[in-house]
Each structure stands twice: as C-alpha cells, then as structure tokens.
C-alpha cells in the first residue's frame, strides 16, 4: 500500500471520527469507534470498519451510520482538501471481535497451565 494511500486512509478516519461525534446521535451507553479505514488504489472507495460496545448494538449502528450516510459524505467532502474524495461505505469491524475471541482463549490456556 502506498504512503499517500495510508495518510488519505489516516486522514479519513479522523475526520469521521469527529464528524459522527458531533453530528450522529446513537443509542444511549452506546461507544462507537472507527477501527480502520480501508481506501481503494484509486481513491474512489472507502470501506469505514466500524466497531460498537455493546457488541449487540452493531447492528443498529451500522443502520444509523447507512441512513445518516449521505449527510456524513457531504460533511466529509466539505472538510478535505484533497482532488479526489473516496466514497465511503460502512462496514462491521470483525478483526476486533476475532481478536477478542483470541484474547479469551489465551486466558483459559493460561488459567489451566
């Protein structure tokens, strides 16, 4: 992967970060991260992986953040200056939940040992 493509994939993130903060309203005690962004070698796409405490409210979230999309994009658009401005697409984050899964099976190994 190109560095130009890991600072626009950096730089997405962030601005979402603070886009979906202040604009998106979510369910109460709800936390939600943006774990990666994914952008294509042509910067038209965007894949946002997206990760929720409670696990079960995922779901849900990605439904808010798919209907609230297009308000996002335009805000997104507004705040970078870049000549191309990938298009972003929602995605449930699976790599953190694996992770966790692993993360538990280590600690039983450990427990037994």
């Known amino acids: ?9 950096e730089l997405i993130q962030k601005e979402l970060g603070q886009i979906i903060l202040r604009e998106v309203e979510f369910p109460k005690n709800t936390l939600v991260t943006i774990t990666r962004v994914e952008t294509s070698p042509d910067l038209s796409q965007a894949k946002v992986y997206v990760s929720c405490l409670p696990d079960n409210q995922g ?7 798919k209907r609230q999309g297009y308000h996002i994009q335009h805000k997104l658009n507004k705040r970078l200056e870049t000549k191309i401005i990938p298009r972003i697409r929602f995605v ?4 953190t939940m694996q992770a966790g899964r692993v993360e ?3 600690d039983k190994i450990k427990k037994r040992g």
């Open 59 to 65: 779901d849900r979230i990605l439904y808010i953040l």
């Open 1 to 9: 992967m190109s560095n130009r493509i890991l600072k626009v994939n």
């Open 92 to 95: 449930k984050e699976l790599k």
């Open 104 to 106: 538990e099976i280590l």
